[in-house]
């Protein structure tokens, strides 16, 4: 069973077993070698409880078609992208959902190097094969399996980012969202003899995910509010957390301050200008003012690019980029082939720490006190791109920019307004100087777009 809308735009996903079964999964293995030509390939999945039978079910139509199989078992997602870039093969796939709820599966896959496959660069092939899929061939040679642990090799590479020496005694309440990383982060603390006093919660890989809402997405507010107050109660020097698969990383100040994506990616920037100055940024549309205020401060540079895990280490390459940073709290790196990590922005974060000997707060408050943001609103309306016509008529004295949806400047205010991917959803971000200009643009745009939804 294969449901065409489970193709993304840049991953497949949908609910098991109705939209993707284990002879989908076959179909997509023997698809995804045909379009990459492959012979040898990583197989990795995520804590999901139907990643097993699928996974089994793709390495066995790998192997039928001649494909050899590197079986990396269990992983996060940035130790995925790890293992296909630095073993000698020819891509890979994880079957994973990412942060969606406990009955979602699918594959998210690469070629050689870590690069991304999206519907404009080989899932598309990848669809139209798998769907129609006439079953295996007959005969053949049997490709060859073995089984790979990466995890020493890939907590010993995201060590190599910083000077371990400059990481001083830290207290941290790490919400693994019942994903692997916090499992990951005990590792590297301990391969790396770094100073960490951790405390777990939802550790346990559980692809149950019994997490506030069933739903492993730390974006959502309902996941957020244990991890704050164990901060709190716990007197820690900093939270942070990650998504079920691990390739997102928010924090959380020693206040109990949650970060948004916007203000992360502003002081990721100092360690990133520091380790290489003047370097370019790579940024999404949605707010921007924080970052690029202060990335020019620092003496970098940004570059604006459509949000997306396959669109950001395109424009990356073709500018040159060191780092990335969106406002889901994906953060791209260059070193890292251009690919988002989870576990790499957390040991820059420490080290930043430990050489400016701040608290996080100090960094956080000065950006509190001059941006002002909405955070992403959703809105279902009947027709977006006339309802995006119509606003872009009302706000005709604005700046505009069309990198991603429409986005309109002021003086003292902005905002960015684009369709969801995915759903029938225009997101909204407005950001401002002060707060009375944040209240009048977000109430003359709700004035048009109507009542906000939660939950997407």
């Known amino acids: 069973m294969i449901e065409p809308s489970i193709f993304k735009s840049y991953d497949i996903r949908g609910i098991y077993p109705t939209q993707l079964d284990e002879a989908g999964a076959e179909a997509i293995a023997r698809a995804f070698a045909q379009v990459t030509q492959a012979h040898?390939?990583?197989?990795?999945?995520?804590?999901?409880?139907?990643?097993?039978?699928?996974?089994?079910?793709?390495?066995?139509a790998l192997r039928a078609a001649g494909v050899d199989v590197v079986d990396i078992g269990t992983v996060s997602t940035d130790m995925f992208y790890f293992a296909v870039a630095t073993l000698d093969v020819d891509g890979g796939f994880t079957i994973s959902a990412s942060h969606n709820p406990k009955e979602w599966n699918g594959f998210n896959c690469c070629r050689r190097g870590?690069?991304?496959?999206?519907?404009?660069?080989?899932?598309?092939?990848?669809?139209?094969?798998?769907?129609?899929?006439?079953?295996?061939?007959?005969?053949?040679?049997l490709g060859s399996y073995e089984q790979r642990d990466v995890w020493a090799d890939f907590a010993d590479y995201v060590l190599g980012y910083v000077d371990r020496k400059l990481i001083r005694p830290t207290k941290i309440v790490a919400n693994g969202n019942c994903g692997l990383q916090v499992k990951a982060l005990r590792l590297?603390?301990?391969?790396?003899?770094?100073?960490?006093?951790?405390?777990?919660?939802?550790?346990?890989?559980?692809?149950?995910?019994?997490?506030p809402g069933g739903v492993p997405n730390p974006l959502l507010p309902a996941n957020q509010g244990e991890l704050v107050q164990t901060v709190r109660?716990?007197?820690?020097?900093?939270?942070?957390?990650?998504?079920?698969?691990?390739?997102r990383c928010f924090f959380v100040d020693e206040t109990g301050y949650f970060l948004s994506g916007y203000f992360t990616t502003?002081?990721?920037?100092?360690?990133?200008l520091h380790h290489t100055p003047g370097a370019t940024v790579v940024i999404d549309p949605r707010s921007i003012w924080a970052m690029q205020e202060t990335i020019a401060a620092l003496g970098g540079k940004t570059v604006l690019s459509r949000a997306g895990m396959t669109i950001i280490p395109s424009k990356m390459r073709e500018v040159n980029?060191?780092?990335?940073?969106?406002?889901?709290?994906?953060?791209?790196?260059?070193?890292?082939?251009?690919?988002?990590?989870?576990?790499?922005?957390?040991?820059l974060m420490l080290e930043l720490l430990g050489r400016e000997g701040k608290p996080l707060s100090s960094l956080v408050n000065p950006l509190r006190a001059r941006y002002f943001t909405s955070g992403e609103i959703n809105f279902v309306v009947p027709d977006a791109a006339k309802t995006t016509a119509e606003v872009e008529r009302q706000f005709a004295d604005g700046d505009k920019?069309?990198?991603d949806g429409l986005s309109v400047a002021y003086p003292d205010w902005r905002f960015n307004l684009r369709s969801s991917n995915t759903e029938p959803l225009l997101r909204l971000n407005v950001e401002a100087r002060n707060e009375p200009a944040l209240k009048t643009g977000l109430e003359r745009l709700q004035g048009m777009l109507g009542e906000p939804v939660h939950g997407h």
């Open 40 to 60: 040898r390939v990583v197989v990795g999945k995520d804590v999901r409880a139907s990643g097993p039978a699928l996974a089994q079910s793709a390495i066995a």
């Open 114 to 141: 870590a690069v991304p496959l999206s519907l404009t660069s080989g899932l598309d092939q990848i669809r139209d094969l798998a769907l129609a899929d006439r079953g295996p061939a007959q005969g053949g040679k």
């Open 188 to 211: 590297v603390a301990e391969r790396g003899q770094l100073p960490l006093d951790i405390h777990g919660i939802y550790e346990e890989p559980d692809g149950a995910f019994p997490v």
């Open 233 to 247: 109660s716990q007197g820690a020097d900093l939270g942070v957390a990650w998504d079920a698969d691990g390739d």
């Open 266 to 272: 502003a002081i990721l920037a100092r360690s990133i």
């Open 321 to 347: 980029a060191a780092f990335a940073g969106e406002m889901s709290a994906h953060f791209y790196f260059r070193q890292n082939w251009y690919r988002d990590n989870g576990m790499i922005p957390l040991l």
């Open 401 to 403: 920019d069309y990198t």
